[in-house]
């Protein structure tokens, strides 16, 4: 099955914890770009990352953290900086250049983080 | 700042009606603009593209650079067009897009 999976589906964080939300493709896309969704906001881009080992902060970096080792993973880090986590949170991917496929940002299926 | 406006939060519709969600923007040039779908319990899906000049699912959108909208429009709406629509031009020229806060189409049997 090719597309981007996220994992886990759900995750609880406790106070003062960090959590890490995985996203691997296969679709051997070069950027990646992790979303915060919360109702009546729409997305809002916290992190992406258009090569291995190099990333950018997007508008609401504050309280997160990401790595991108590998093409097809880029991990997002919820960090107990983060005061108000309770989101859902997308990963998209898409083919960088020119042509019919460029800004084209395929989605995972989401993780829904929830505070205890 | 580049910015899209989604003005409507809901827009209830009864089947057969004729549908357009407005979205508009600012930016200078000429943008690329897409429409993303989000299905109950599916994904966030790109809908259509301002380039390709395509109809699916018999929806459509007009680029009026002079009022700088994409409007997306469709003549007769069906049940299954119930969905979360955002609206998301590029930033500059880069490979980010930025989303509108998105319109709530429910559809009325």
């Known amino acids: 099955d090719g597309g981007i999976t996220q994992s886990p589906k759900y995750l609880f964080r406790k106070e003062g914890q960090n959590v890490t939300l995985s996203c691997e493709q296969n679709?051997?896309?070069?950027?990646m770009y992790w979303y915060r969704q919360d109702p009546g906001q729409g997305l809002r881009l916290i992190y992406y990352s258009q090569i291995v080992n190099d990333f950018q902060k997007g508008d609401i970096a504050e309280g997160y953290s990401v790595s991108r080792e590998k093409k097809e993973s880029f991990p997002l880090t919820v960090t107990s900086a983060q005061k108000n986590p309770t989101a859902f949170y997308l990963c998209a991917s898409s083919s960088l250049g020119a042509g019919v496929a460029k800004n084209i940002q395929y989605f995972g299926a989401g993780t829904r983080l929830s505070v205890l | 700042a580049q910015r899209v406006t989604q003005p409507e939060k809901l827009l209830s519709v009864f089947k057969g009606a004729p549908v357009e969600l407005k979205c508009n923007y600012s930016?200078?040039?000429?943008?690329?603009l897409f429409w993303y779908v989000q299905y109950s319990r599916q994904r966030l899906q790109l809908l259509l593209r301002h380039i390709s000049r395509e109809s699916i699912k018999g929806f459509t959108a007009d680029l009026n650079k002079g009022e700088t909208s994409f409007h997306l429009k469709k003549p007769f709406a069906q049940e299954e067009d119930s969905a979360m629509y955002y609206c998301a031009p590029p930033i500059g020229n880069t490979d980010k897009l930025i989303f509108g806060t998105g319109t709530r189409l429910q559809v009325f049997p």
């Open positions: 679709l051997n896309h070069d950027a």
């Open positions: 930016y200078s040039g000429s943008p690329e």
